[in-house]
C-alpha cells in the first residue's frame, strides 16, 4: 500500500517565490514520486514521475499558515 502526500514544488520564472501543491507517492524516507500533473501554463524544476528529496520548510504567505510542509528540495538520482 502507497502513501501520498502534498508536496510543494516552487514554480520557475517567477518574480516572486510561487508554490504549487502536487501530490506525490511517498516511496521511502524522504524520497517522493510527484503523481500530479503539471499545468501547460507553468514551469517547473522537476517532471511528474520524477522521484525527488523532500525536506520539511515553513512557508511563508498563505502556505505559511498552514505550518511546516513537505518542500521539493532535488531529483533523487
Same mark, same amino acid.
Given at each position: 500500500? %502507497?502513501?501520498?502526500?502534498?508536496? *510543494? +514544488?516552487?514554480?520557475?520564472?517567477?518574480?516572486?517565490?510561487v508554490?504549487?501543491?502536487? !501530490?506525490?507517492? @511517498? +516511496? #521511502? #524516507?524522504?524520497? *517522493?514520486?510527484?503523481?500530479?500533473? !503539471?499545468?501547460?501554463?507553468?514551469?517547473?524544476?522537476?517532471?511528474?514521475?520524477? +522521484?525527488?528529496?523532500?525536506?520539511? $520548510? !515553513?512557508? %511563508? #504567505?498563505?502556505? #505559511? $499558515? @498552514?505550518?511546516? +510542509?513537505?518542500?521539493? *528540495?532535488?531529483? %533523487?538520482?
Open positions: 500500500m %502507497s502513501c501520498t502526500a502534498t508536496v *510543494y +514544488v516552487e514554480l520557475l520564472w517567477e518574480h516572486v517565490a508554490w504549487r501543491p502536487v !501530490q506525490a507517492e @511517498h +516511496v #521511502g #524516507g524522504d524520497l *517522493y514520486r510527484l503523481t500530479g500533473e !503539471q499545468p501547460d501554463d507553468e514551469a517547473w524544476p522537476f517532471a511528474a514521475d520524477d +522521484v525527488i528529496t523532500c525536506k520539511t $520548510r !515553513q512557508l %511563508s #504567505g498563505e502556505w #505559511g $499558515r @498552514h505550518g511546516p +510542509v513537505l518542500v521539493a *528540495y532535488e531529483k %533523487s538520482t
